[in-house]
């Protein structure tokens, strides 16, 4: 499966000459072949209307056949030195004009690609090689001795991307044909075509040592990440759909109470503490209810995502009012999820709770001022800027002090 990943990038190079002079050669490079594009468009439909728009005569197969890069069209341009334009530009043409036909060239409904000037420079896979530098950078060596740097940013996307070229520098994924191009602030852009493995089956085949974290948050009752692959979360539930119930429960008890209150004796108080009675036992249904479907949603999600463990939050008491499940259904929960896990051969452990929502699960840096609301973690060493919860279940899921 191919898959294309944007990444802003910059030139890695001290020196303001140099720099300035690779940042021309890729304009250059991309003016030349935007030429090459055009003049090979040009003369492939040249041969094409030559031999009356029939692409099966032998007289256009023969013409697209001198289509190469020895093609003397190609004579006066100066090509970026090392980056194959002219391939690429070949098997652009003729992929862009065999489109057209599909689109009704033949009939006059289409014209073929008119390239712009801004049209983005191709280049190799195998031109691009990717390595960590000593600060855990990620650099690009390119062509013509260039060197780049991502700049991976410090959203929730950015944690996706640090994994994914993580996965190339290890050899897991491979580059495709990829290419370079400038956007409206002028940066420059590095548009990835990267070749992922086919996973195949829903098989129970834990990775050694992969663990889901599960934190019971505030404003989803249940979010949940993986230790390795970070990006890989999933959140459950919402605070609104709970808290609402919540609070119908909360009226209608007490305004069984209170209707309780105003009959004194008899069959009128005997109906009405019945009526408590049943209220009572469909409240502690909707938590159980509720608990079975998170714990299923959460074990299944262990599953598919071959977790050898599932991390939970040990909670001391005094934290446990700011939960919003409460005390006997967060308990509740996590006898649901040991149960389920159990069955489906899933280990579950039980972590300290301290910093899980004060730690940066990218930098490891523990500071009280890192969450500035609720919602949102802000790390003030590294810049990460996530979800507060998903952040927290990074951390569960990492953390490697168990208690009993
Ligand atoms: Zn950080």
Same mark, same amino acid.
């Given at each position: 499966? @191919? ?26 490079a991309?003016?030349a072949q935007?030429?090459g594009?055009?003049? !090979? *468009?040009?003369?492939? *439909? ?5 031999? =009356? ?6 007289? #256009? ?16 341009i100066?090509f970026g030195?090392?980056i194959d334009s002219k391939s690429s530009i ?31 420079l191709m ?24 060197? #780049?740097?991502?700049?991976?940013? =410090? ?16 050899? %897991? ?53 993986? @230790? ?9 539930? &919402?605070? =609104? ?29 005997? %109906? ?6 049943? #209220?009572?036992?469909?409240?502690? =249904? ?21 977790? /050898?463990?599932?991390?939970? /939050? ?21 006898? %649901? ?22 730690? !940066?699960?990218? !930098? ?34 990492? &953390?490697?002090? #168990?208690?009993?």
């Amino acid at each position: 499966m @191919n898959t294309v990943r944007k990444i802003k990038i910059i030139i890695n190079n001290g020196d303001d000459e140099i720099r300035k002079s690779q940042y021309q050669f890729i304009r250059n490079a991309m003016y030349a072949q935007y030429q090459g594009l055009n003049r !090979c *468009m040009g003369y492939l *439909m040249s041969g094409y209307y030559a031999n =009356n728009m029939d692409i099966k005569s032998q007289g #256009f197969k023969d013409h697209q056949k001198t289509i190469t890069n020895s093609l003397y069209i190609f004579n006066d341009i100066e090509f970026g030195k090392g980056i194959d334009s002219k391939s690429s530009i070949t098997q652009k043409v003729k992929k862009d004009f065999s489109t057209a036909l599909k689109n009704g060239l033949a009939k006059g409904e289409r014209t073929v690609t008119n390239y712009k000037r801004s049209f983005p420079l191709m280049t190799r896979g195998r031109d691009l090689k990717f390595s960590y530098g000593d600060n855990d950078e990620i650099l690009i060596n390119w062509v013509n001795k260039i060197q #780049f740097k991502a700049i991976t940013g =410090n959203s929730k996307n950015s944690i996706e991307l640090e994994h994914t070229l993580h996965k190339i520098i290890n050899g %897991d994924y491979k580059v495709g044909q990829s290419s370079l191009t400038f956007n409206k602030k002028n940066e420059l852009i590095l548009i990835l075509t990267i070749a992922i493995p086919e996973v195949k089956g829903d098989e129970y085949k834990p990775v050694a040592n992969r663990t889901l974290g599960v934190d019971l948050g505030l404003a989803f009752p249940v979010y949940m990440a993986l @230790n390795d692959i970070t990006y890989i979360r999933k959140s459950l539930g &919402s605070y =609104n759909e709970f808290a609402k119930q919540k609070l119908q429960y909360k009226a209608r008890r007490e305004r069984l109470y209170k209707q309780l209150d105003s009959v004194k004796g008899g069959k009128g108080r005997k %109906d009405k503490l019945k009526a408590l009675d049943q #209220f009572k036992e469909k409240e502690k =249904n909707f938590a159980k209810t509720y608990n079975h479907f998170l714990s299923k949603k959460i074990v299944l999600f262990a599953i598919k995502n071959q977790c /050898e463990y599932i991390n939970l /939050e040990k909670i001391d008491s005094s934290g446990l009012e700011n939960r919003v499940l409460g005390l006997w259904t967060y308990y509740d929960l996590q006898k %649901d999820i040991e149960y389920k896990a159990k069955l489906a051969g899933i280990k579950v452990r039980y972590v300290k709770a301290a910093y899980t929502s004060q730690r !940066c699960s990218r !930098c490891g840096d523990i500071e009280k001022e890192n969450r500035q609301e609720q919602s949102k973690f802000v790390c003030k060493k590294c810049g990460l800027d996530i979800n507060a919860d998903y952040n927290a279940s990074i951390n569960i899921a990492q &953390s490697t002090e #168990f208690i009993k």
